[in-house]
């Protein structure tokens, strides 16, 4: 690589200028003032703010209702994680046999990836429709009287089948040129050193597919935790009830619904951490990471 | 250790390309099979038939006295060395000898003492714990073998192996799978494009031309008694020289004027005459009377390689290109004109149309 030494020092610095203050504006800005709130008992009215120490974060941790929805969280995120990444890569494990590297399939699919998302989340929305949603009509059949924003499980249970189909076609695109990108003869290779096509899958394609494997690990617990935001606000049709939420709609319907700041910026500082603690996981795993090749 | 046995098998791909175009032949146990013919004319396509990467069109491929057509690769007891070495990434030397034995439940001592013996014999011991990408290409091509050689198999299949690597490793590794094959005894056939490598390693050739056997013998019986102009062309470095000559009073001129001289042995017409490089021999002045081959040779270049020359020139200043082997020490300027003289022996004759051979 071609080294270029700039004459000024600060010189660099001004190009970056742009970028490190969207940085500044819209992310740590706004995490200071985060921060500095779940400090505060703010008034309802926004005519003062009282300072009320560690207040905001015991009341959160202790509320009956956030252990719930911390768990619910987990699970939800332990379940779309689970399942968008198992389908996809099932679903890409069958494609790569019939596509061998065709350019013009991988481009239609390419296609999927990019249409399909927002487009997706509203069908899957629409599947669970109380009135016409074949999903429900379907599950009627076998006695299952599924209400969406009544029932808490069958609640859950749409958003968790909503937010996997959303996140499919990515997970998929991934695995698929992961999959696409292990050499032909290896693969030859290990056919003819085992007969079994299972244990062939385990011992050598899905090794090989781990570093793209983990990269969606991360990708989908970030996405389960934070992204699926808009697909249980239109679930729950912004009337919450005894519904599941997630931890970051909690952090919105305490904030903003409930007018409680305070309350609600200890709840995000409390997910920034866990944001931090998964980063720096991943930072730690990525250096140890195997780069084959 | 087995007899592998083609019969008439064909491999029409999809789109109707016909790679592979009825191919027939006995190998026996034990013998070192190179097939050998120029990029596209279907060696891999057949090779990989037999390791049974590849459907069989039409035809039969036995392995021993068993039909493989329908057998899973692992179940055909064969190992094969792929050109790009396609040893597993994820695991280290240690583990990609052993995977295969592994998952044919052979006892944990017995994996340990192949591979330590594998690795004993193609001196890859010291690396055993290393990941592939840590290996040099040489290494790796040693792994392969070494990949191959634990399975005890009834025969090797070798793709290309040694293609990856520069020239003086080639012929290195090229001596020890030699040196390998016959140690082990064991039935192996190996694809290259390379005629050397054909020349040295086989115990017979067999030289594929778009997808069918243009001619399967011992290697000095293919290269003495060229089946057609294409493996007349294609085995031997520099190529043989095929003038297009035709009957004139009894006696063969080239086609393109006169310039050379030979006795019409066959009694054709015309023919297409073929002389090695290495069979010409160099004069000053015309040869006269000899029932032998006369040429009339302009130089154009000359072509030292070390051990020997090669002068490139043309017959009679006009005809077709014409290259002769020279001692190293030659020195001849562009435009000189020799004579060159071979004896009848040497002399082989194509028929104009098909470039079968004509046998005397
Ligand atoms: N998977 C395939 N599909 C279609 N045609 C193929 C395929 N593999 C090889 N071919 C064609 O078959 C012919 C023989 O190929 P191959 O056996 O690889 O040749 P070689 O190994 O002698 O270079 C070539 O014309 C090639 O283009
Ligand atoms: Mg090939």
Known sequence: ?293 | MATITLDTVRKVYAGNVEAVKGVSVDIDDGEFIVLVGPSGCGKSTLLRMIAGLEDITTGDISIGDRIVNKVDPADRDIAMVFQNYALYPHMTVYNNLAYGLRNRKIAKDEIDRRVKEAARILEIGDYLERKPRMLSGGQRQRVAMGRAIVREPAAFLFDEPLSNLDAKLRVQMRVEIKRLQKALGTTSVYVTHDQLEAMTLADRLIVLNGGAIEQIGAPVDVYDKPASTFVASFIGSPAMNLVPVRSENGRLQAESGAGLDAPNLHGSDRYLLGIRPEHLEISGEKANGTDGLSMEFTVNVLEPVGAESYIYGQLDGAGPEIVVRAPSHARYDPGTVLYLNATAADIHFFDAENGRRIEG
């Open chain 1, 1 to 293: 690589m071609k080294k270029v030494q700039f004459r000024n020092a600060w010189f660099p610095y001004l190009l970056l200028l742009p970028q490190l203050s969207i940085v500044a504006i819209f992310f740590l800005w706004p995490a200071a003032e985060a921060v500095r709130s779940s400090f505060y008992l703010e008034d309802p009215f926004g005519f003062g703010a009282t300072f009320v120490g560690f207040d905001n974060f015991v009341d959160t941790i202790t509320s009956t209702d956030y252990g719930r929805i911390a768990r619910f969280t987990g699970i939800f995120t332990f379940c779309v994680t689970f399942l968008s990444l198992g389908i996809a890569l099932l679903l890409a494990v069958k494609a790569d046999k019939v596509i061998h590297g065709a350019s013009t399939y991988k481009t239609l699919l390419m296609w999927v990836y990019a249409v399909a998302p927002p487009v997706a989340g509203l069908i899957a929305i629409l599947l669970f429709d109380q009135h016409v949603g074949p999903i429900v009509k379907l599950v009627a059949l076998f006695g299952w009287k599924m209400q969406i924003g009544v029932n808490y499980f069958d609640t859950g249970f749409a958003m968790v089948i909503a937010a996997v189909w959303k996140q499919i076609p990515v997970n998929f695109i991934f695995f698929l040129s992961g999959l696409q990108g292990i050499s032909k003869s290896v693969q030859e290779a290990a056919s003819i050193d085992c007969r079994s096509g299972f244990r062939r899958f385990w011992t050598v394609t899905f090794p090989l597919l781990a570093p793209t494997g983990f990269f969606l690990l991360i990708i989908n617990i970030t996405y389960a935790f934070f992204d699926t935001f808009g697909i249980i606000d239109v679930i729950l049709k912004t009337e919450p009830g005894n519904n599941p939420v997630t931890l970051v709609y909690k952090v919105y319907l305490d904030g903003f619904r409930g007018n409680d700041l305070g309350g609600s910026s200890a709840q995000s500082v409390v997910l920034m951490i866990l944001v931090f603690i998964l980063t720096v996981i991943q930072f730690r795993l990525i250096e140890r990471r195997i780069h084959y090749t």
